[in-house]
């Protein structure tokens, strides 16, 4: 199993920044990619970024596209989300993802945590 932890959400004006992190912990090994993804309430789940844990390749949203930046450590086993230039729209839960590809595909979430943009 794996456990994806995150953190770094909170309460933000429009146009200011946050950064989240998701720390993976357990069976961390054949990590294929990570990922975020939003939930706004009466909304379905939306993907907004993944970064391929091997090469770094990147791919984002073209909503947050220029304006989020996806990262990760693989030392520690952390991925991260710079946000700048929030918007309202932006307002949601954000879903840390895992995939692990060995034998076979497994996916795993996070417990998510509140962005909340105020005009």
């Known amino acids: 199993q794996v456990q994806l932890v995150e953190s770094g959400g909170g309460l933000v004006q429009a146009g200011g920044s946050l950064r989240l992190s998701c720390a993976a912990s357990?069976?961390?090994?054949?990590?294929?990619?990570m990922g975020w993804y939003r939930q706004s309430p009466g909304k379905e789940r939306e993907f907004v970024a993944f970064?391929?844990?091997?090469?770094?390749?990147?791919y984002y949203a073209d909503s947050v596209k220029g304006r989020f930046t996806i990262s990760r450590d693989n030392a520690k086993n952390t991925m991260y989300l710079q946000m700048n230039s929030l918007k309202p729209d932006d307002t949601a839960v954000y879903y840390c993802?895992?995939?692990?590809?060995?034998?076979?595909?497994?996916?795993?979430w996070g417990q998510g945590t509140q962005v909340t943009v105020t005009t």
């Open positions: 993802n895992l995939i692990r590809q060995d034998s076979i595909r497994s996916d795993y």
């Open positions: 357990g069976r961390t090994f054949s990590i294929y990619r």
């Open positions: 970064i391929i844990w091997s090469g770094s390749i990147t």
